[in-house]
């Protein structure tokens, strides 16, 4: 895509290498400035993104608050950070997605590039919000969403069990040990983000870089690589690279994934708003008033037309945590058929109505859910005990409505009702 707009450089030396690379890309205007006047340069020039070009800067506290307050106050769309880090160096600018000296320029542009286009869907879903409720102010800020976060890591070597625990006190935490099993995880969960970790062979990584790379749905995805073999995947924009360090590569590759996360939210914000509000913008299920509208429509219309229908109820003993909860919900909304629509309910629990699918083949359909839960989710606790759904089924009679529908499956029939 092509870069429009001004762009802002900061640096305390010229960074005649950056600026050029930028230029080439189709960056323009580019405006370089220091530390200490870099918030009146964003404030002034309004930049599409803001690059960092020193690898360990050192800034006035002054600046750098100031900085921090205009990029946090200066609202539209989200307003990309990079930085160049080398070493161990850590990034000042929370947020900024840090991106090794060491890297080529392609390596910048590919990534500041995928920020952009994060930037770019953020406009639509502002533009989409404001032209359906035009009189109605709703803000859409680029938030931190990085306790829903969720990260595949990948890996059965030495460094292996550090890298599980520098990743999993950051994010929600998938472990894999095969290639064969992440595979199954891309697939089935919501990922924001891959690290591979040490124990396979280099022909196994460049494997699965080759499936990640041409696949359109993984190309953007975070990815960080643990380990001294050479890795060179340009179909990858997000490609971190650190040799022996699991604290740093986890802390290297965060930024990215709370970037992935928040582009996971505008679509599916942005599919609630095409729905009038009838999807919920969390978990990608109806609405909860969406929901009783329709069951109330489905059961007056198995009346009329003599058909079948089945509701089940998913709840999760023991199941406190809300980020566990949600991620169950949006993984649920992955396995419902076209025919059948489900939300989430306060206690954390899925009901589901399964239209024209009598009471054996729900039985089929929910056994299948529930089966593929079962063996996706994992509680947040440190036992990492498996969660277990428990599915309450009833399907309707002619003698029912919605309340004693609901009712036969643990629901409260006042809720229905309203």
């Known amino acids: 895509m092509a870069m429009l707009g001004p762009m802002v450089v900061v640096a305390e030396a010229p960074a005649a290498d950056l600026v050029d690379a930028l230029g080439k890309a189709g960056a323009f205007p580019i405006v370089e400035t220091r530390f200490a006047d870099a918030a009146d340069a964003v404030s002034e020039i309004q930049p599409v993104a803001l690059m960092v070009a020193d690898t360990s800067p050192a800034i006035a506290d002054r600046p750098l608050k100031a900085l921090l307050k205009t990029i946090e106050t200066r609202g539209g769309p989200f307003m990309p950070v990079l930085a160049r880090v080398e070493g161990p160096d850590m990034v000042a600018i929370p947020y900024a997605l840090p991106v090794a000296a060491s890297e080529p320029a392609d390596r910048l542009i590919a990534c500041l590039k995928s920020a952009l286009r994060v930037r770019s869907q953020h406009a639509a879903v502002i533009r989409r919000a404001h032209s359906i409720e035009p009189a109605k102010n709703r803000p859409i800020p680029f938030t931190d969403l990085i306790e829903q976060a969720t990260v595949l890591c990948i890996g059965r070597g030495r460094n292996y069990p550090a890298l599980t625990t520098a990743i999993g006190e950051r994010v929600s935490l998938i472990g894999a040990m095969s290639v064969e099993t992440a595979g199954h995880y891309l697939n089935a969960r919501e990922i924001d983000g891959i690290a591979i970790g040490d124990g396979f062979s280099p022909k196994v990584i460049d494997a699965l870089l080759t499936v990640l ?144 699918t009598d009471l054996r083949n729900a039985h089929v359909v929910a056994r299948r859910i529930a089966g593929i839960l079962r063996n996706t989710m994992l509680s947040p606790d440190l036992d990492r005990r498996t969660i277990k759904p428990t599915v309450t089924l009833a399907t309707l009679k002619p003698t029912d409505n919605v309340s004693t529908l609901v009712a036969r499956v643990g629901t409260y029939p006042e809720v229905a009702a309203g």
Do not use: H, Y
């Open 213 to 356: 790379g041409e696949d359109v749905r993984f190309r953007d995805l975070p990815v960080g690589s643990l380990g001294r073999t050479p890795i060179n995947d340009e179909r990858l924009a997000n490609l971190v690279r650190v040799e022996s360090d699991p604290e740093l590569l986890a802390a290297r590759l965060i930024p990215f994934v709370r970037l992935q996360a928040f582009e996971s939210r505008l679509k599916r914000v942005l599919k609630s708003l095409d729905s009038e509000g009838v999807l919920d913008p969390e978990t990608g299920l109806l609405a909860r008033e969406a929901f009783w509208r329709d069951l109330d429509r489905a059961v007056q219309q198995a009346e009329e037309d003599g058909a079948a229908l089945t509701i089940a109820r998913f709840s999760f003993e023991d199941m406190t945590d809300v980020r566990c909860s949600i991620d169950a919900a949006r993984l649920f909304s992955r396995l419902t058929r076209n025919i059948d629509f489900a939300c989430r309910e306060q206690d954390g629990s899925i009901i589901a109505a399964f239209t024209e």
